[in-house]
C-alpha cells in the first residue's frame, strides 16, 4: 500500500517545497504555500519502444466546427478542431459563461452534441440564464457535478460528443488526490483527466478559469501549456464592450481578438470595432488622437485622448488606462529631450477610448499627437490617423502592415494618415487608398512643429 507523505506546494506557481514558509521562493508571492498529501509511487514498469515517422509527409489541415459566433471563431482561427483543448479565463462577471452558453446552443442548434458541465452554478441557474437569453429551446445536455470520476464516466458514455464545456475547471475534484478544489494539485491533476479524455473521444473541450487579481490565470502556470489555445476576456463590467483575445493557439493565428457588446440579451457580435470606438468621439477636443491598431490580423481604429492638468508643486501624477505606464514615462522622456515640451510640472493622465488595451509600439506616434495637442491646446485634424513608433532619439520607426491600417482608416472616412518616412532601402512602395493622403515624418519634432504652427 501506497505510504501518504507531505509536501508544500505555492497556490500560485505551483513550486514544491520541503517545509512551510510565508514567501515563494519561485514567485514572490507570500501566503501561498500549502501543506498537500501526495502518495509516494510504487517502482515503474520498463517503457515500450516508440516508432519514428520521418518529418515528410501530406496532412490535412485540422476540421473544424463553427461555433456559430463569427468573433468566436475568428479568434479560435475557424471554429473548434475535434479533440483540442481550449482555456478561457475572465475576471468574474465579464461574461464568459454567457458567451460559452451561447456557443453551445448555437453548435446544437446546428445538429451537435453538446454537454455543459456546471460545478458553481445550479442547473436551475444555468436554465435561468438560458431563458434571459432565449436559448432555452437549444438541445444541449446539462449536468451540475464537480466529481471528475462521474464526469468521466458521463463522457466515457457519450459516443457522438461534440463539445463539452467545463465551468469551471477550479471547481473539479479528484478524489484521490487529498487537497481541496482549486489547488495547484488538483488544477493540475484533472486538467489532464479531462484533456486526455477528449483526446482519446475525439470531442472539443472548452475551460473556464478563474483568473488572479492581476489577472492571471489561477492555477498552476502548467494548465496553459496543457491546452491547444488559451483566451482571455477582458472588458470593464461598467462598459458595454467586451474584448475576447488569443494569447495562444495550435491550430490558428494567436493576438487575434473578437469583439462584442454586451446587451440584455447577452453578448452580440461587433463585426466592425472601429466604427463604435470612435462613434462617440468629438475631433475639436485637444489632446484627442486616432490611432489606427492591429489586433491580430484585424485593424483597429481608436481614439487616444490625453488631459494635462498644471501641478506647480509635488511629484506630477502619471495616470494610464489601456497602455503601459512605463511607455508613456518614456515617450514624455523623448517629448521634453528631443522636442523642447515642458511636461515635468503637469499631471497626464492618458486613457485609450472603447476599453481597449493596446500594446503594440505603434501606438507610440499617436500617443505622442495626443499629448503634443493637449500641450499646444490646439485639436488636432479630425480626418487624420496616426501610427508608427516612437525611438529614444525621436525618430518614427517602421511598423509592420502598415497598408491594411490605411484601408480601414479609407474605409470610415479619414481623410490623411500620419505616419513613418519611408527609407531608401528596397521597401516598395506604400500602397495608398484613394482619397487618403500620406503625411510621413521621420523625427518626431516634426509633430510638434505642426501642432505648434
Not at 500620419?418 to 523625427?443: F, K, Q, S, T, W
Amino acid at each position: 500500500m501506497a505510504r501518504a507523505v507531505a509536501r508544500f506546494v505555492c497556490q500560485a506557481c505551483g513550486a514544491v517545497t520541503p517545509k512551510w514558509a510565508g514567501r515563494c521562493e519561485t514567485c514572490g508571492e507570500w501566503n501561498t504555500i500549502a501543506e498537500e498529501a501526495a502518495e509516494s509511487r510504487p517502482k515503474a514498469a520498463p517503457g515500450r519502444r516508440i516508432g519514428f515517422v520521418a518529418l515528410t509527409g501530406d496532412a490535412a489541415p485540422p476540421p473544424r466546427a463553427p461555433t456559430g459566433i463569427a468573433e468566436l471563431d475568428r479568434v479560435l482561427g475557424g471554429g473548434l478542431v475535434p479533440g483540442s483543448a481550449v482555456l478561457v479565463g475572465g475576471d468574474p462577471g465579464i461574461g464568459k459563461s454567457t458567451l460559452l452558453l451561447q456557443a453551445a446552443a448555437a453548435l446544437s442548434r446546428a445538429g451537435r452534441r453538446v454537454l455543459y458541465v456546471s460545478g458553481e452554478e445550479a442547473i436551475e441557474q444555468v436554465r435561468m440564464r438560458a431563458r434571459r437569453l432565449e436559448l432555452a429551446d437549444a438541445a444541449l445536455g446539462l449536468a451540475a457535478a464537480v466529481n471528475l470520476r462521474d464526469i468521466a464516466a458521463s463522457l466515457e458514455a457519450e459516443a457522438d460528443a461534440a463539445l463539452v464545456v467545463i465551468d469551471s475547471i477550479q471547481t473539479m475534484w479528484l478524489d484521490s488526490i487529498e487537497s481541496a478544489p482549486g489547488s495547484v494539485t488538483q488544477v493540475r491533476a484533472t486538467a489532464f483527466e479531462l484533456i486526455r479524455l477528449a483526446k482519446s473521444r475525439g470531442f472539443a473541450l472548452v475551460l473556464v478559469g478563474h483568473v488572479t487579481k492581476d489577472g492571471a490565470i489561477a492555477g498552476p502556470r502548467v494548465l496553459e501549456h496543457m491546452v491547444d489555445a488559451v483566451l482571455h476576456f477582458e472588458g470593464d463590467r461598467g462598459h458595454q464592450f467586451r474584448i475576447l483575445r488569443g494569447v495562444k493557439n495550435r491550430f490558428g493565428a494567436t493576438d487575434e481578438i473578437g469583439v462584442f457588446e454586451m446587451t440584455d440579451r447577452g453578448l452580440a457580435e461587433v463585426p466592425n470595432p472601429s466604427a463604435l470606438f470612435l462613434a462617440e468621439r468629438r475631433g475639436n477636443v485637444a489632446g484627442s488622437a486616432v490611432f489606427a491598431g492591429l489586433e491580430g490580423t484585424r485593424p483597429v481604429l481608436v481614439e487616444v485622448q490625453a488631459l494635462l492638468s498644471a501641478n506647480p508643486g509635488g511629484a506630477p501624477r502619471r495616470s494610464v488606462i489601456g497602455w503601459e505606464s512605463g511607455r508613456l514615462s518614456m515617450l514624455l522622456a523623448v517629448l521634453e529631450a528631443r522636442c523642447g515640451l515642458r511636461l515635468g510640472q503637469s499631471d497626464v493622465y492618458l486613457n485609450i477610448a472603447g476599453g481597449l488595451r493596446i500594446g503594440e509600439p505603434a501606438a507610440d506616434l499617436a500617443v505622442a499627437a495626443a499629448l503634443a495637442s493637449a500641450a499646444a491646446d490646439r485639436p488636432t485634424d479630425p480626418g487624420r490617423v496616426y501610427f508608427g513608433e516612437v525611438g529614444l532619439s525621436g525618430e518614427i520607426r517602421q511598423v509592420a502592415q502598415a497598408e491594411a491600417r490605411l484601408k480601414e482608416a479609407q474605409k470610415l472616412g479619414f481623410t490623411s494618415a500620419c505616419l513613418p518616412r519611408r527609407v531608401a532601402r528596397g521597401n516598395r512602395p506604400l500602397a495608398a487608398p484613394e482619397g487618403l493622403a500620406l503625411h510621413e515624418i521621420g523625427h518626431l519634432s516634426d509633430l510638434v512643429a505642426g501642432l505648434r504652427a
